[in-house]
């Protein structure tokens, strides 16, 4: 099975997004009308995912390919949400550009798509693992996007470190709860199909680690331990981790027999 026309929903669904990204920004008087783009993009990009489903009549959540649309979806509305909360135009710009990154990634390396799963995958644990897991992915990677321009704005722009540490934490924490529910889900689901609650798996092991790095993050932040530079370039950090954790485990040599391997 092909990609359902997937490039034409793309396509559309980018035009959306750069045509309400563009009035929000230069058209003041019309932000409500650059909003409702994004939301029209977003509910697009939605039902494709829908359908995507009913085609296969699995949860289009086993493959990278399938979980880039996932987190393609969950980053956009993280970023309109959050803009209409905090009102920072750089940050639906920023959030909605991964998001469309994401997309273009999905037109340029095609899969198809298969309605079989391995039996491990046929779990009542599959799809909430999976999609907690991409929910804080996205809401994690929104949080580096706020460390990479605190950052950029004082080694560029020679500018102070203020201000959006309140945006970046609310992040982290509603991130890491979702995290924290992943490693959880997926020590159950193991303890189903495989016996063991953890292996040390090298998935499961860039899972904690990813887990670990954030959880220093929020105590040096609740402890106000750190300066705020090196607690921008911890958030950095967190989400190369993150990245490994997510798809680059794959390809080192010690995931060749990890259970955990997308399929392609």
Known sequence: MVWLNFPLYAIIVLILWVAGIAIMGFIKTKKTSGMIL????????????????IKLERPPLRTLGETRLWYSLFLAIVGLVFFIRWKYYWFVVFSFFMSALFLVLNIYFPENFSKTLM???NSPWFVPHVIVYIVAYALLGASSLVAAKQLFDHHIKKKTIRSAFQLADNLVYLGFSFLTMGL???????????GHYWTWDPKETWAFLTWSVYLIYIHARVKNSIKPKQALWILAIAFVVLLISWFGVNYLPSAVNSVHTYSN
């Open 119 to 121: 039996p491990a995958l």
């Open 38 to 53: 994004l939301t029209v993009g977003i509910v697009i990009l939605t039902l494709f995912i829908v359908n995507l489903w």
């Open 184 to 194: 959880l889900f997926g020590a159950l689901w193991a303890k189903e199909a495989w």
